[in-house]
């Protein structure tokens, strides 16, 4: 059935989630099929929304409101984009759900197209409720590879967008209210070496030689982030951590090697400051590069941070913590060391909480799920939200 087609049409929770995860939006893919339908469907009920789309067309966000139009409200935001299947054993088809022993099984069904079906198959209730405060409906694109997906619409929010009061961001915290979470830059580090014989190896320069420096380096900045403590004891691991997540190069053992990689990251704490760890590798960068060019003028070391995801501080009383704690009946808050885009949204002075349903346990899994008893304790924290914004 097209997306057109299912245009006015309602849909329970759990249908619109098999229609989302029927969708391949694996992140190397274009999610505009499921943008299609979603536009498609809110038009179906009158509903207008805005694409943003990214640079080269393949992909993009929706920005919907649902209630009045000229004032900002809540907004409930989630990405669209899924992680790999490739490799994984999975039992059954991971794009068509599968409902089973009060769970609902398929790639995204907990992280996180659950949370968007729930918004999405509560879209004619909030229509009949006569909404005073708008609810605003935010699907991104690339939250599992950059977190980028969302930057164009949160810098369009006060001027051609409303600006929200509060932001959700439905990842899977088992409707627990996470306000802070670690902050994640990923980098690229790309070595150019000249290639010799091992035998004279002035006569050349060892790009692998170099990224062994390079990657001893990040080894101690992870031992040196281990002595630096959390204070709050809130994060686990109750520290900054830096990883490398791939080192290669050469082609044979008596060459010396023209070229070598590595793919490493630093998530820091929302206390520590971003910079400090890029700056020290910067420093043994360009000692490394200096010690190359001493007998290879070409050489070269290049690094490249490939994503920068801002880290989710705490701030207690905010608006967006306190109506969480209205609708999903807690009193606390939790701390996680994964990242989102709700740093995207703070960083632009909106106040933001990560809320949503299911556990992110099952999340990238084979045979990822979500339980129905989590999808419906959901769609009572949607009706919470529909009832607080009718007054």
Avoid at 2 to 10: F, I
Avoid at 79 to 89: K, N, Y
């Amino acid at each position: 059935m097209t997306a057109s087609a299912q245009a006015g049409q309602r849909h329970t929770p759990l249908e619109m989630l098999a229609r989302l995860v029927a969708f391949d939006t694996v992140s190397d893919k274009s999610n505009l099929p499921l943008i299609d339908f979603v536009e498609a469907y809110l038009t179906g009920w009158g509903v207008p929304s805005v694409r943003f789309p990214n640079a080269k067309g393949d992909k993009a966000a929706l920005f919907a409101t649902i209630g009045p139009q000229d004032r900002g409200g809540v907004v409930l935001s989630g990405h669209t984009d899924v992680v790999p299947v490739t490799g994984q054993a999975w039992s059954r088809d991971p794009f068509t759900l599968h409902v089973e022993n009060g769970r609902a099984y398929g790639r995204g069904a907990v992280d996180m197209k659950g949370f968007l079906a729930l918004g999405l198959a509560l879209v004619p209730d909030f229509l009949a409720a006569d909404l005073k405060t708008p609810i605003h409906l935010f699907l991104s694109y690339d939250e599992e590879v950059t977190c980028l997906g969302v930057v164009d619409g949160i810098a369009a929010m006060g001027k051609t967008l409303p600006r929200p009061r509060a932001v959700i961001v439905g990842e899977p915290t088992s409707l627990d209210i996470c306000d802070a979470h670690k902050g994640v830059r990923t980098f690229q580090t790309v070595i150019k070496g000249f290639a010799a014989h091992s035998s004279k190896p002035q006569l050349g320069a060892s790009a692998v030689h170099a990224g062994a420096l390079l990657a001893a380096e990040l080894d101690h900045m992870a031992e040196d982030a281990e002595q630096r403590l959390d204070a709050s004891g809130r994060f686990d691991p109750p520290y900054d951590t830096v990883h490398i997540g791939s080192f290669h190069g050469g082609i044979a053992r008596n060459i010396l090697a023209d070229h070598s990689e590595i793919l490493w990251e630093i998530r820091t704490l929302p206390t520590s400051d971003p910079e400090a760890g890029p700056a020290r590798f910067a420093a043994v960068s360009d000692k490394a590069q200096a010690r190359m060019r001493a007998t290879a003028p070409s050489a070269a070391i290049e690094t490249l941070m490939t994503s920068d995801v801002p880290g989710l501080a705490p701030e207690p009383g905010s608006e967006a913590e306190r109506l969480a704690m209205r609708l999903s009946g807690r009193n606390h808050t939790i701390a996680v060391s994964y990242a989102t885009e709700a740093g995207h949204f703070q960083h632009a002075g909106l106040a933001t909480v990560v809320c949503g349903p299911g556990s992110i346990d099952q999340a990238h899994q084979p045979d990822e799920y979500i339980t129905l008893e989590q999808l419906q304790a959901g769609e009572a924290f949607m009706r919470k939200l529909m009832a607080e914004c009718r007054g």
